[in-house]
């Protein structure tokens, strides 16, 4: 089946949160919750305590029918063992609460790639050996080398097949969505209305940009020593203020990781800082330099260049965006119903002991597949003032 441009960029970007229900290392803080949780329901008696801790085995049979159709226990095992290992290398118990969770997680993830398998075998839809191959070195690509990739393979016990066999679920996965959603790009007036309901989001907030030089003092510092950090800083303030070369005396003076690079914050708006130096900053004009500053980080003697005052963004400058948010959000409600249909209409009986599918939100959305890395969604400014973050 043929994917058009615009259902590639409605089910491409998030096929590989779809294909696994592991709950992997990056969530065990959930996790930690949900074991509180079963512990607080199971309180209370010992005999009802001893019954939560008691670990259900796994069954020996198929773990689910689905439509008449048996799902063998192999790939439900081979998954488990999987997550569980990941759980291990982290250096975390797996509890009967937690166990219980991850394993009706893998059957109700096992049950919905077999309802989407079935629904794709009567749609026709399928996927070519080339639009796999593509999609598989893609994949391969977010690793960076072929030694880090080969690397995650012998990490997670998987072979490059498994990572096909992945693959190929979510391409049938995405294409199947789009064909049933039918779903269409949101207008440039759809976008406006958005805009409009929601411009405190697309405010700008005010920024000032600034360097720094930090002459550090420690806790538990003697009187002495503030004195001559004190003196140091006001010393540099006054070449700074004489019109010297700030980069050159960041360089010089800065006891802190900026000074490399001349003490350089960039832009930063407020709250990012602690209080003495936002003040100090956002009330000084550009060019001019402020200080010594007292934090607790020690004096800070710091120079403003420029000062961006709040503003709000128009709407050409972020209808992309909001396209781009709106078609995520229509997706993710059309792959919500589209399950729950496929559900609803099945017949569907769960064989693994312990384990009821009871409603989930999701509806079956799981995260990355097997333990995969995920895109890099936005990227962390690491420019803050060493002294200055809070």
Do not use: W
């Amino acid at each position: 089946m043929k994917r058009s441009a615009l259902l590639g960029s409605l089910f491409g970007a998030t096929a590989l949160f779809a294909a696994s229900a592991c709950t992997p290392p990056e969530k065990l803080e959930d996790n930690k919750k949900e074991e509180a949780k079963a512990g607080e329901q199971a309180g209370g008696e010992k005999a009802a305590t001893k019954e939560v801790e008691a670990k259900i085995a796994r069954g020996t049979g198929p773990i689910a029918k689905v439509n008449g159709k048996m799902l063998d226990r192999g790939e439900f095992d081979r998954q488990m063992d999987r997550t569980e290992e990941r759980f291990r290398r982290a250096g975390r118990d797996i509890s009967s609460a937690l166990e219980k969770r991850l394993k009706e997680n893998m059957v109700r993830k096992l049950v919905d790639e077999e309802l989407i398998r079935q629904r794709a075998e009567k749609e026709g839809v399928s996927v070519a050996a080339d639009e796999l191959q593509k999609r598989f070195e893609e994949h391969k690509k977010r690793f960076g080398s072929e030694e880090a990739f080969k690397s995650f393979l012998d990490r997670t016990k998987q072979t490059e097949a498994d990572v096909k066999a992945d693959l190929t679920k979510n391409l049938v996965r995405e294409d199947l969505f789009a064909k049933l959603a039918n779903l269409k790009e949101p207008s440039a007036a759809d976008a406006k209305a958005y805009y409009d309901e929601n411009k405190d989001k697309y405010k700008e907030r005010e920024q000032v940009k600034a360097s720094h030089v930090l002459l550090k003092v420690d806790k538990g510092a003697t009187e002495e020593v503030k004195k001559e950090k004190f003196q140091k800083a006001q010393e540099v303030a006054a070449k700074a203020k004489k019109g010297e070369d700030f980069a050159a005396l960041a360089k010089q003076f800065s006891e802190g990781p900026t000074a490399k690079r001349g003490g350089d914050l960039g832009k930063f708006q407020r709250g990012r800082m602690v209080k003495a130096f936002e003040e100090a900053a956002f009330s000084a004009k550009p060019g001019e330099v402020v200080g010594p500053v007292e934090t607790q980080f020690g004096y800070h003697v710091i120079k403003v260049f420029e000062k961006t005052p709040e503003r709000a963004r128009t709407f050409d400058e972020v209808k992309d965006s909001i396209v781009t948010s709106l078609t995520a959000r229509n997706k993710s409600k059309a792959t919500r119903e589209i399950l729950a249909n496929l559900k609803k209409d099945a017949e569907i009986e769960v064989l693994e002991p312990g384990v009821t599918l009871k409603p989930n939100p999701a509806q079956g959305l799981s995260p990355d597949v097997r333990g995969m890395p995920r895109p890099e969604l936005r990227k962390v400014n690491k420019q803050g003032a060493e002294g200055a973050k809070k």
